[in-house]
């Protein structure tokens, strides 16, 4: 089976992460893709964000409709189902790392299966700077939200050094639009190219502290839910 892997904060998970993932079943023929909120994303130690339990709850609730969508406790605190969402211990957590979580996961792999990592083409633009991306690269395919304004050299040349061509290779690509499969030693890449919603959690996030309708940029489910919470009130 072909299993996607979609980390992220999901704070809150939004209309975009859904037709990522959705694009993505249908691209690469994915059986099964996860969720994974992460309790400390390495890039934002020390931001404020909702507790796990919100974020997780969240997800839930955007994919319930989706039989092959699931969200995944893989990156959830020790604490995690203790008590109250509002109790977790987020910032004294040690960070969630992508690669430790994609190894952990694969151990419970039958032979056939193969893990495919969704991300949107910003974040995969600091891709060589993440904790061991090279192995990273090795454990999975990439699937890539790209958007107007990103090349095919840019996907390139974003990859860790050891894994980035050389300047001559990419330089005839700089004006061919990130789209299709790039295959590279050691690195397999699918561009996908007509799924990016011009829509981020911080503009969501304004929007529910300002008592804004949020139906265009969440499931109607998730709206309530941020609402009946409270979420982001005061931020």
Known sequence: MNIGFFGGTFDP?????LALARAARERCNLGRIFFVPANVPPHKQGDALSAFAHRYAMIALA??????????????????????PA????????????IDTVKRVKQSFKKADQ?????GIDAFADIAKW???????RECEFVVASRPGYSLADVANALPAS?????????????????????????TIHLLDEVYQPISSTTIRQAAAAGKPLG????????DYIKKMGLYKGR
Do not use: C
């Open 131 to 137: 904790h061991q991306a090279e192995a990273l690269f």
């Open 115 to 119: 893990l495919f990592l969704l991300i």
């Open 87 to 98: 109790k977790g211990k987020t910032q004294a957590a040690k960070p969630n790392y992508t």
């Open 163 to 187: 894994l980035r061509p050389r300047q001559e290779v990419t330089r005839p690509f700089q004006k061919q639009a990130a789209t299709g499969d790039l295959v590279l030693s050691g690195v």
């Open 216 to 223: 265009r940029f969440v499931d109607p489910a998730v709206a």
């Open 63 to 84: 994919t319930a409709q989706e039989k092959d969508f699931a969200p995944s406790v893989l990156e959830a605190p020790e604490d995690f189902g203790a008590g109250s």
């Open 13 to 17: 998970i939004h209309r975009g992460h």
